[in-house]
Nanobody, 118 residues
Framework: QVQLVESGGGLVQAGGSLSLSCAAS????????MGWYRQAPGKAREYVAK???????MYRDSVKGRFTISRDNAKNTVYLQMNSLKPEDAAVYYC????????????WGQGTQVTVSS
C-alpha cells in the first residue's frame, strides 16, 4: 500500500492562494486515480478534485475554476493549487488514491490544515 503525506497548508486571507502537495512513498505511475479530499469541523469528508492517469480531471462544483489538481509521476507527487480561497474552503485536506473514480484505497494520513480568514 502506498503511504501518502500531505503538506502545504496554512493560514491565508480570503482571496489568497495556497499550494498543497501529496508525496507518495512509492510510485504513483500505475495508480489510476489520485484525489484530494477535505473535512471541515462537524462535516463529512468530501472530495475536492481527482485526476486520472491520463491527466483528465474532475472537481466539485464549488471549487471549479479556482482549484487545479496535477500529478507528477516522476516525483510521485500530486498537487492542489488553490486560488481565490474562501472561508468555506477551510478544512483539513487529505489525498488518497484508487483504481476507479469512486474507490478510496489508501489509509487516511494526517492531512494538512487550510485556514482561510475573512
Amino acid at each position: 500500500q502506498v503511504q501518502l503525506v500531505e503538506s502545504g497548508g496554512g493560514l491565508v486571507q480570503a482571496g489568497g492562494s495556497l499550494s498543497l502537495s501529496c508525496a507518495a512513498s512509492g510510485t504513483i505511475r500505475s495508480i489510476n486515480v489520485m484525489g484530494w479530499y477535505r473535512q471541515a469541523p462537524g462535516k463529512a469528508r468530501e472530495y475536492v478534485a481527482k485526476i486520472r492517469s491520463d491527466g483528465s480531471t474532475m472537481y466539485r462544483d464549488s471549487v471549479k475554476g479556482r482549484f487545479t489538481i496535477s500529478r507528477d509521476n516522476a516525483k510521485n507527487t500530486v498537487y492542489l493549487q488553490m486560488n481565490s480561497l474562501k472561508p468555506e474552503d477551510a478544512a483539513v485536506y487529505y489525498c488518497n488514491y484508487g483504481s476507479t473514480l469512486y474507490e478510496i484505497a489508501g489509509s487516511w494520513g494526517q492531512g494538512t490544515q487550510v485556514t482561510v480568514s475573512s
